[in-house]
């Protein structure tokens, strides 16, 4: 019988290093602390100004953003608008996207369906402006 977990965030691995984002910020992926099958967990703190440094894109998995603090900007597709706190951002699948921080830096949670083994595409110049 499946039970129930509680983590911290603060003790989840901050895998930004692995993903080249040293320098800006935190990316902290709780799925596998929590022992979730099917669901996909993120926390992702961004330094004031700074930028993922990436566009991606899933082969399956829908996500949305939800920003808790701070404020930003958000690019998916060719599309580029500001978001802020409550703010929530819809993703189906193939969108490539990505996202900076603005002066205050921001915080945000990201989450959808966890599918093993799916392709990911990433584009290191995706946004360049």
Known sequence: MATHKKVNFSEVKDLAPDYGMDGVGEARFARG??????I??????LRPGKRLGFGHS?????EVYVVLAGSGRF???DDVFAVGPED???????????WEAGDDGMEMLAFGAHTEGESHEMKQDFWTD
Request: net charge negative; proline share 6%.
């Open 58 to 62: 899933h082969g399956e998995s829908e």
């Open 75 to 77: 690019r998916v597709g």
């Open 40 to 45: 996909g967990l993120a926390r992702y703190r």
């Open 33 to 38: 602390d929590l022992g979730a099958e099917r």
């Open 88 to 98: 929530v951002v819809y993703c189906p699948p193939e969108a490539m996207r990505e």
